[in-house]
Antibody
Framework: QVQLAESGGGVVQPGRSLRLSCAAS????????VHWVRQAPGKGLEWVAV????????YYGDSVKGRFTISRDNSKNTLYLQMNSLRVEDTAVYYC?????????????WGQGTLVTVSA | SYELTQPPSVSVSPGQTAFFTCSAD??????SSWYQQKPGQSPVLVIY???QRPSGIPERFSGSNSGNTATLTISGTQAMDEADYYC?????????FGGGTRLTVL
């Protein structure tokens, strides 16, 4: 069965960095596009970033562009999100999600999420 | 930037039909998806490609998309359907979510 498991969340001060991981299993990871999506406390879903199956293309939401970097290691079936220059408004549960592929942009499996709290 | 607009809340009695709308310019030219999120849980895909149900999603969930509006319909709403519902579209390289609609089953 498809499983996605995020890790790496925690409490961090504004301006610092944090790296999230998402371990994938139950499917051929290197053939799927994957996304990061976040949800601030009590708020809606916000798309963060997407990476192509081979890591050659990345796209970001406007609020994280230039600060966050999505990457993947297909040999480890793992997705990453490097978050730099963190702000209080980056506080959220971060989910990784698989793109169904046909059509593009449908997120058919989600992880359980990892909470990132940015606070002084 | 492209924005999807959803009403903040919908209320129905058990057994009634719940309608959720999602509006944006020429949304019918894109594929829409819908996600259900219950408190403390991860989102679950309930409709994709406007009207397709993933495996395991009950037949009472259906969808349509035309013009500027996508619609999610829950027929014979049950108490277990109480949740937040998000519409979503794909804009060439970006995923866009609506603000979400909270369903209350009275």
């Amino acid at each position: 069965q498809v499983q996605l498991a995020e890790s790496g969340g925690g409490v961090v001060q504004p301006g610092r960095s944090l790296r999230l991981s998402c371990a994938a299993s139950g499917f051929t990871f290197n053939t799927y596009v994957v996304h990061w999506v976040r949800q601030a406390p009590g708020k809606g879903l916000e798309w963060v970033a997407v990476i192509s199956y081979d890591g050659s293309r990345e796209y970001y939401g406007d609020s994280v562009k230039g600060r966050f970097t999505i990457s993947r290691d297909n040999s480890k079936n793992t997705l990453y999100l490097q978050m730099n220059s963190l702000r209080v408004e980056d506080t959220a549960v971060y989910y990784c999600a698989r793109d169904r592929g046909k059509p593009r942009g449908v997120l058919d499996y989600w992880g359980q999420g990892t909470l990132v709290t940015v606070s002084a | 930037s492209y924005e999807l607009t959803q009403p903040p809340s919908v209320s129905v009695s058990p057994g009634q039909t719940a309608f959720f709308t999602c509006s944006a310019d020429k949304l019918g030219d894109k594929y829409s998806s819908w996600y259900q999120q219950k408190p403390g849980q991860s989102p679950v895909l309930v409709i994709y490609q406007d009207s397709q149900r993933p495996s395991g999603i009950p037949e009472r969930f259906s969808g349509s998309n035309s013009g500027n509006t996508a619609t999610l319909t829950i027929s014979g709403t049950q108490a277990m359907d109480e949740a937040d519902y998000y519409c979503q579209a794909w804009d060439s390289t970006n995923v866009i979510f609506g603000g979400g609609t909270r369903l209350t089953v009275l």
